[in-house]
Every structure is written in C-alpha cells, then in structure tokens.
C-alpha cells in the first residue's frame, strides 16, 4: 500500500509546517529521510541545510539525496538509497527543474517504489508541482503570472497545483485554465499549508487553505477538513 503524500504551497522547512511534517516523520518510522533539491539552481546545499535543521527539531535525521543532473538520477549508490527510504521531500525552486531532473530516470523510479511500499512522499511549491499531472511553467518573460503546461511526474493525475495560493499562486489561474481547460481541477495550496493523502483520504493541514478549483467553482478547505473532489494518487 502507498505511504503518506504532502502536496505542500512552500514556505517549507519554517514553522507552521509542524503538523504535516510530524506525520512525515512519523510515516518514514525510523527509516532513512531524505530531502532532493532538483527544483534549486544555485546552491542546493543551502535547502538541504534548512530541510535537516528543520527536521531535527521534529526528532528526524535528514539528508540530502543529490540529484543534481541527470546523470546524478542513475548513480547506483543514490538510487539504492532512494529506494531504501522512509521520507522523501522534494524541496521547492525552478518548477520545470525537477520534472527535467527526474523523469524517467532510475532514481525516481527507486523514489515511487519506497512510496507504493509505505513511504512518505512530499513536495513543496515547484516540488509539488511536479507531482501532479502537468507542472505550470513561466510562459514567458517578464510576465510571470502566465503559464504553460508542461508534462510532470503525475503522481496525482488529471491535475495541476498552484503553490503559494494566497500570495500569488491564484493569479495564474487564468492562464492554468486557458492552457489545460477549465474542467482540470487545479490545486491551490496556501504557504506552510499540505494537501496531505493520508488513510485514504485528503485532507488539509497546516495553517491555512486549500482550494480546489475546477471550471467557475472554487472549493476553500481549511484545516483539519477533508478535501472532497481531489484526485486521488496514481499508486500503480
């Protein structure tokens, strides 16, 4: 059976991500955690730093898995690690990075199937992005709130996340909607906020919203409320 999923809006790695951090934490059950900083472009050591600072206070020993090319997503050491964890975060950056750094490679293949065997599996902002079904990239400069879909990772299918929703995340839902039409939901997820896939079922934790947006309809999930309508994990 599949572990624990985090669809996390950013602002990882600080408080008010406690909640759905110790249940990461308790979901890896003492296995290796691991944090993959394939969405940062300069220094990538800096966000492995914060992810094992921030895990310590939770009680958790965290490195990094490096994946910072694609010939780094076939080094047999690495991959055998991947697939021997417990936790597996992938940190926020450039939202077509990861997809580029990680798709069809051997890592992240060791990386679903710890996940299908009960391990954690989060993402935050591009990281999160990256598990949906297509990942929202800049469609071109400087206009930073209009975007193009891109093939993604597709944990969770038929979808695409909006990370950093109440502050700027909702501003790309004109063109989310234009490139994938209206009727593909869209996860919007507040910062220091997880959509988290947990017993079955979603269900928002941290400290403010998820919002599931889908034609015209806005659906706003606070806290410690399932999320009726999202789609559920491809686990196979």
């Known amino acids: 059976m599949s572990g624990v ?20 934490v308790e979901a890896a059950a003492g296995r290796p955690a691991y944090v993959v900083c394939a969405a940062v472009r300069l ?18 020993d965290v490195s990094e898995l490096v994946v910072h090319s694609r010939p780094d997503a076939a080094v047999p050491s690495t991959v055998e690690a991947a697939r021997g964890a417990g936790l597996v975060y992938v940190a926020g950056g450039d939202p077509g990075r990861t997809v580029q750094l990680l798709a069809g490679t051997a890592v992240w293949d060791a990386i679903v199937a710890a996940w299908q065997g009960g391990a954690a599996l ?7 992005m990256a598990l949906g079904e297509w990942s929202l990239v ?6 930073h709130d209009t975007r193009r879909a891109v093939d993604a990772l597709a944990i969770v299918p038929g979808s695409a996340v909006l990370p950093h929703f109440d502050t700027f995340g909702q501003r790309w839902i004109p063109s989310a909607q234009t490139a994938l039409g209206a009727a593909t939901p869209l996860i919007g997820i507040d910062e220091r906020t997880a959509a988290l896939w947990h017993v079955g ?14 034609d015209s309809q806005r ?8 999320i009726a309508g999202m789609p559920q994990p491809r686990d196979r």
């Open 122 to 128: 989060a993402g935050s902002s591009a990281g999160a």
């Open 201 to 214: 079922a979603w269900t928002t934790f941290g400290r403010g919203a998820v919002t599931l947006i889908i």
């Open 5 to 24: 999923l985090a669809l996390v809006g950013g602002g990882e790695f600080e408080r008010g991500n406690e909640t759905q951090d110790r249940i990461l």
């Open 219 to 226: 659906q706003r999930v606070a806290a410690g409320a399932p």
């Open 138 to 143: 800049r469609d071109r400069w400087p206009q």
């Open 43 to 60: 220094h990538p050591e800096r966000a492995a730093e914060a992810a094992r600072r921030w895990f310590a206070t939770l009680g958790a």
